[in-house]
């Protein structure tokens, strides 16, 4: 009894937005505040995305340059990849000191100009957060393994003997060969869950937890709006670290959260954790006071299995399985990102028919689980390419784009592991693809065959009204006028058809239902009418269906989608 007592008089000494935010699964919150449920997220590295001076390498004035691009695209946050100062030896993941910015980059005023240019146009910025591990250049570890007495010695793991686990639990199996390394000036063996330039760090020590929270809050103070927390099942790994069943903290996520949200009441943490559905309720929190979002890894492989075979019941299982979420909690939905596609989850049949299919040669593949190709090339057809991104903006969640997928960029798979999908983006038909006027790009731009900058680049496709780029910036203003799809319920609904997905939305009195073909064959779907008279197409004036002996009776070409309201074609 007494604690809504003491929750009100909270909400009177502390102010009302922030209470409204720490107030947690009502319908309220959902509808007004959570802007991060119903928004389009872009995710780009500046290294490779525009650069400015001619030095062939992406910098802050260069993305400045492109910030119209991506609101004209309908782009809400976007998610930069890590841009503090690192060797670079993983893409940034790799991190040297967390309050900097890499010089390559730009220094603090260029990104504190591109804050207030991003924010000038209404876009939310989220920035990785690495904080699983450091570089083995980072000044901690530098001192850790020096001197036994030093601070940061704890701050990392170490070990006198190799541990007998040491080759399990690889993350990069086939290139990475242990956990754990041993450290020829510590002379102790130091646990690295990833690879051993980038030792983890040791969140069984208080004050490794308080140093990850001053580095949120400082970001928090630079203007940033969330972050996309890496490598998140391993930073809560506590208790004896490297076993094969670690013991979790989820206390840990609970407290970064509350930490974050008193800094930033509409702050949100976006969690890297590919894990089973089950597993989801903890990173989220039972009462949505865990991480606010999580990409829906489980979903995007079965959804690739889904794309190769046509046969989606896999997949709809999986819809199923991640349904049960906290209303205040939302999932990142995605087709391909800055890695190789995990298919790790998937049986060992179904991965071989995504691999048949899309990655049938092994330099296609990666880490004996998964493709590191982009999209375009994999699908290879445009009907399917508009079918998968018309799933990526209508399945339940918040959708993340990849720079370069709006056009259909290919990959580079000369190039080693994950950067195969790095490669500057393409924005004209001219030198190095309008990317840099330096003679060589830091990173080669794709220049030979179906994907290359002259036959894919943004300037031809912002003039072609049928381009790759213009349908994705029509269906982006499409999923905006459908509020139901992050903000209300689902269904999966039948539809009369093995190869047909049909869900159903409902928000406010305003009902949605969308349709996808998996088969390349045209189908035939019959849809339960309910008490609905009437299914408005939102992308044709000629595709209004109306029901008959209580059904909606409607044909899909192979590889079709459709989108409809119900009843009503705005309300
Ligand atoms: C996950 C990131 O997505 C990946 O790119 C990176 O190599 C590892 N975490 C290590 O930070």
């Known amino acids: 009894m007494l604690k809504p007592a003491l929750n009100a008089l909270l909400c009177l000494i502390f102010t009302i937005p922030l209470c409204q935010a720490q107030k947690t699964g009502s319908e309220d919150i959902v509808k007004d505040n959570l802007w991060f449920k119903n928004s389009v997220i872009y995710n780009l590295e500046i290294g490779v995305f525009k650069d400015s001076d001619g030095d062939g390498r992406g910098d802050f004035d260069g993305l400045v340059q492109k910030l119209d691009y991506l609101k004209t695209l309908g782009v809400d946050a976007i998610w930069l990849a890590p841009f503090q100062p690192s060797p670079g030896e993983d893409d940034g993941y790799d991190i040297a000191d967390y309050y900097g910015i890499d010089r390559k980059f730009g220094n603090g005023g260029n990104f504190t100009e591109f804050m207030f240019q991003a924010k000038k146009r209404g876009i939310r910025v989220i920035m990785d957060l690495v904080i699983n591990h450091t570089s083995d250049t980072h000044p901690w570890f530098q001192s850790a393994r020096k001197d036994k007495n030093s601070k940061y010695r704890s701050w990392y793991i170490w070990s006198k003997e190799l541990p007998k686990d040491w080759n399990k639990g690889m993350v990069f199996p086939g290139v990475q060969k242990g956990i754990w390394s041993f450290d020829s000036t510590a002379k102790e063996y130091y646990y690295h869950r990833f690879y051993d330039f980038q030792p983890d760090l040791n969140y069984n020590n208080p004050d490794v937890r308080q140093e990850s929270q001053r580095v949120i809050g400082y970001w928090i103070n630079q203007g940033i709006d969330g972050f996309r927390l890496d490598a998140v099942p391993f930073i809560i790994e506590v208790g004896k670290i490297g076993s094969e069943n670690p013991e979790l903290d989820f206390k840990l996520l609970k407290d970064m959260r509350t930490f974050a949200q008193w800094r930033k009441s509409d702050i949100v943490i976006l969690g890297e954790a590919n894990v089973e ?37 896999p997949f709809v299982t999986a819809i199923k399985e991640t349904q049960d979420i906290p209303k205040a909690s939302q999932w990142a939905n995605f087709l391909r990102n800055h890695d190789e596609i995990d298919l790790g989850r998937l049986t060992d049949k179904q991965r071989e028919q995504v691999y048949k299919r899309m990655g049938p040669d092994t330099s296609m593949q ?9 999209l375009a090339p994999m699908l290879g057809n445009r009907k399917q390419l508009e079918l998968a991104n018309s799933l990526l903006f209508s399945l339940p969640g918040a959708p993340v784009i990849r720079y370069g997928e709006e056009i259909g960029m290919g ?38 065959g179906d994907y290359s900058y002259e036959k894919v680049n943004v300037a031809q496709q912002s003039r072609d009204p049928q381009s790759l780029l213009n349908w994705t910036t029509r269906i982006i203003k499409l999923r905006k006028e459908c509020p139901e799809i992050g903000l209300g319920t689902y269904s999966l609904v039948e539809s009369g058809s093995e190869s047909i997905l049909a869900i159903r939305y409902e928000y406010e009195g305003k009902s949605l239902v969308i349709l996808h073909n998996f088969s390349s064959q045209p189908q035939k779907a019959v849809l339960s009418a309910d008490k609905s008279s009437r299914l408005y197409d939102l992308m044709s004036e000629k595709g209004d269906v109306t029901a008959a002996n209580g059904k909606f009776s409607l044909s899909m070409e192979g590889y079709g989608y459709k989108w409809f309201r119900v009843d009503h074609v705005i309300r």
């Open 277 to 313: 559905p089950k597993q989801s309720k903890f990173y989220f929190g039972e009462n949505a006071d865990g991480i606010h979002m999580m990409f829906n890894f489980f979903s995007n492989q079965h959804l690739f299995y889904a794309l190769a075979s046509g046969d989606l019941k």
């Open 411 to 448: 990959d580079d798979l000369s190039l080693k592991e994950r950067l195969s999908v790095r490669t500057p983006m393409q924005w004209t038909n001219e030198k190095n693809a309008g990317f840099t006027t330096a003679d060589t790009a830091f990173r080669p731009v794709i220049n030979k």
């Open 366 to 374: 990666l880490y004996d689980r998964g493709i590191r190709r982009r």
